[in-house]
């Protein structure tokens, strides 16, 4: 662990580089995003090997859920920088005469992004491309619980990203706590909600602006569909949601199921045959499905299984090898409200499913729990879509599918309320790490005069018709047609 007078040495340099302008040239943006691209590329089969070795994730599964996504995201970037960086004019009123105005995007600065473990590439690497391309220095901290990943990036990311101004940093919570005490132009975290309170708090000290993406429980709204085709569809794409993103263990992962009481049956029926097409009869041989990231979280789970209540609920699955880190995909129907698992994120392969008596009343279970990230719906019901958009709050509502949200750039990706602040991806990633400046220019021909004292009716009949664009009102301010107010004189 570095010392804190070598961390401030390092970051100084920094931000001397920042405030030479290199960072703000579109050559040295582009030149980063490429040589991050060609990392990608040219390191391909050892991302593979650390995202297996942090997470037994497939290789198909990485490439889909963080190495296209990222090459996806640096295609866009490098196609559209350009326009992102260029001002835009601002339409000024007919009366401000030989004068312009346009908002110019810069960067804000050295800024900071904490990245977590369950895509330890992914969500490393997609602030850093808004970062990047916005034109800031930056410091990346990876998580500690990934160090397969962590390692990765320190290895390579000095050799392909111009390390005095992009820099990765490897450690624990004490290398955390060291880099939040430094003075930040923007902190990116993505984490749990008890960290993100850390991170916010800490940033008061500079009163450093923070983006948080955090988490909590996602529900699934699931209507009672009538054709086969549509359930056989909604079924392996809600298996998709909650088990075949790093088994559970991601932000918009869904976390638990609503659906009628009458229906219960034949979804669990359900569930039950497309986790065995999915995964096998025997999970734990399937090389489809992530393994719990380490001990501690494995034992989490296991303690929300261990109360009894909650273990009477299970229909399917609960199987455990603590050795192998392997939690089977385990459904459960009605587990207490008030148990630990449907209070707290459950971040791992265990669905539980609520009945309800009809699924309109979904709107009010929902809302009786804090906002959350996502909220899915699988219904062609429009009155309850429509309920779902528009009597609820979170982040993202998606109709008929799980996750996908995450994969649009044109979507902004972010939580509201303990669930997050702020926003990324695509563009959005761009503005996250820029400062919108006003700029307005006038000419010294033409001025307002009536806007300087010593008042008078006459002016203050002028600013009236200013303000209300009446053009016409003011010449005849001006012609002395117009009478002042009834009841006010300040002459």
């Not at 037994?56 to 996806?72: C, M, N, Q, S, T």
């Amino acid at each position: 662990m570095e010392t804190i007078s070598d961390l401030e040495k390092q970051l100084g340099g920094m931000r001397e580089f920042y405030l030479k302008g290199k960072t703000k040239e579109a050559s040295w943006r582009i030149a980063q995003l490429k040589g991050l691209r060609n990392f990608l590329r040219e390191k391909e089969q050892e991302i593979f090997e650390a995202l297996k070795k942090d997470l037994r994730k497939h290789p198909v599964e990485a490439y889909r859920d963080e190495l296209g996504i990222l090459i996806k995201s640096l295609n866009l970037a490098l196609n559209d920088l350009k326009k992102w960086m260029s001002s835009k004019t601002a339409k000024l009123p007919i009366a401000a005469l030989l004068s312009s105005a346009e908002i110019i995007p810069e960067p804000l600065g050295l800024v900071l992004i904490i990245s977590t473990w369950n895509f330890p590439l992914g969500l490393s690497l997609d602030p850093l491309i808004g970062a990047i391309a916005a034109g800031n220095a930056v410091v990346l901290k990876p998580s500690e619980l990934a160090p397969a990943c962590a390692a990765l990036l320190a290895a390579n990311i000095p050799n392909y990203l111009d390390g005095k101004a992009v820099k990765v940093i490897q450690g624990g919570p004490a290398v955390g706590e060291q880099l939040l005490q430094q003075k930040w132009d923007k902190i990116f975290f993505t984490g749990s909600t008890r960290v993100g309170r850390m991170v916010m708090l800490a940033a008061t000290k500079h009163l450093t602006p923070v983006t948080l993406e955090l988490g909590g429980k996602c529900p699934l709204v699931l209507d009672s569909l009538s054709w086969s085709l549509d359930k056989e569809v909604a079924v392996n794409r809600i298996l998709f949601g909650k088990f075949g993103c790093c088994a559970g263990q991601a932000c918009i992962a869904i976390d638990y199921l609503l659906a009628e009481r009458q229906f219960s049956s034949t979804l669990v029926d359900l569930l039950k045959a497309t986790i065995k097409k999915m995964f096998g009869e025997n999970p734990k041989e399937s090389c489809s499905i992530s393994r719990i990231v380490n001990k501690d979280h494995f034992l989490r789970l296991k303690k929300l299984l261990d109360d009894p209540l909650v273990k009477a609920s299970i229909v399917h699955g609960g199987q455990m090898d603590e050795d192998n880190l392997f939690i089977e995909p385990t459904i459960l129907l009605d587990p207490p409200l008030e148990s630990e698992l449907m209070t707290e994120e459950i971040f791992g392969p265990l669905l539980p499913i609520i009945t309800l008596e009809k699924i309109g009343d979904s709107i009010d279970f929902i809302n009786s729990r804090p906002k959350p990230l996502a909220l899915y719906g699988f219904t062609k019901n429009k009155t309850l879509q429509r309920r779902m958009i528009t009597e609820t709050s979170s982040g993202s509502v998606i109709f008929n599918d799980a996750i996908i949200q995450f994969a649009v750039d044109t979507l902004p990706f972010g939580g509201i309320g303990e669930s997050g602040i702020g926003k990324y991806h695509g563009k959005f990633s761009f503005d996250t790490f820029s400062h919108y400046k006003s700029v307005a220019r006038r000419s010294f021909l033409i001025d307002f005069w009536f806007r300087f004292p010593p008042w008078n009716n006459s002016k203050l009949l002028l600013l009236e018709s200013a303000y209300n664009y009446d053009y016409f009102g003011a010449v005849l301010v001006i012609l002395g047609l117009k009478r002042s107010r009834k009841g006010f004189n300040i002459n």
